[in-house]
């Protein structure tokens, strides 16, 4: 017979944690992990990385998922390699070879060839991508041979760096360093570029090692989050403002707090701002006021001297924040 499985005892878990995805696994094979060590109740991750992909992966707990589409939206920085001469069905490593062709260009050339993916471009959209058409992933077209019809995006690429190149010998490649706008394919730039130099080409290797104020040196990895104690895994979650870096922070006295926290309108003298991170004393009954830093209460805008709610923290939420958090409490 086989022994019972043990049960894990969830908990109320508030903040974001800084992944090194491995390769591999999924997104969201990565998040169930980390999840189920930390036993969190409720979590979410910032955008999807593929199998084949490394790096920077922001895991958000309990509150802080109300926020992680802002970093949906955030730029994104890669380290990739493009093998050159061979095209594959998926752009990358794991499909099957369909094209072989001699590289025959110079480093003037790929240089050159760099320079026109600079700024706001425009990409299709791979079919081994988890995009929709017609509420289904294009990968599950892609399984069944099939080919839809996608339109082309608009994207930007603030920067292309050549860390890297070897035109010759018989693996011949580029390493790029890519910084660019949400929702570019990195395969997709591969591919393009490949085209461009004449050769066309595939993804060996792609790393994320920054999204938005986030980059790889903050990271822990999976096995690394294992084999540390309780304790000291719930010491590497951030709190959740850190997914409001760059919003206009204003804090209200508790009278008008507790009134934001009801979902009202406040006026004040406030700037024209898209976006605020509000802060206040903790909700009557949360925790001592008198003894700790203003708490997060949730996002907003300004317009016209009011106040707008965005995504608030429930008094719950904010508690549980306060138990847990040593900072905070302290």
Known sequence: MHAPRTRVQRRPVHGVLLLDKPLGLSSNQALQKAKWLLRAEKAGHTGTLDPLATG??????????KFSQIHLDADKTYETTVRLGVKTATGDAEGDVIETRAVNCTAGQVV???????????????????????GKPLYEYARDGETVEREARHVVIHDLELL???LQGDAPYL????????????????EDIGEALGCGGHLTMLRRTATGPFD??????????????ETDRLARLLPVQVLLDGHDPVTLDADHAGRFLSGLRRRGDWADSARVAVFGPAPAGA?????????L???????????IPGRLLSPIEIQQIL???PELAS
């Open 56 to 65: 920077v992966l922001p895991l958000c707990f309990g509150a802080a998922t």
């Open 112 to 134: 050159e060839v760099l320079d026109r993916f600079m700024g706001p471009i425009s990409q299709v959209p791979p079919m081994h991508s988890a995009l929709k058409k017609d």
């Open 164 to 166: 890297d190149m070897q």
């Open 175 to 190: 390493r790029l360093r890519v910084c660019c706008s949400k929702g570019t394919y990195i395969r997709t730039l591969g």
């Open 216 to 229: 790889a040196s903050q990271c822990i990895a999976l096995d690394a989050l294992e084999a540390l104690s």
């Open 287 to 295: 925790h001592d006021p008198s003894t700790s830093p203003p708490v």
């Open 297 to 307: 209460l949730g996002s907003a805008h300004t317009t016209a001297g009011e106040l």
């Open 323 to 325: 138990e847990t958090s």
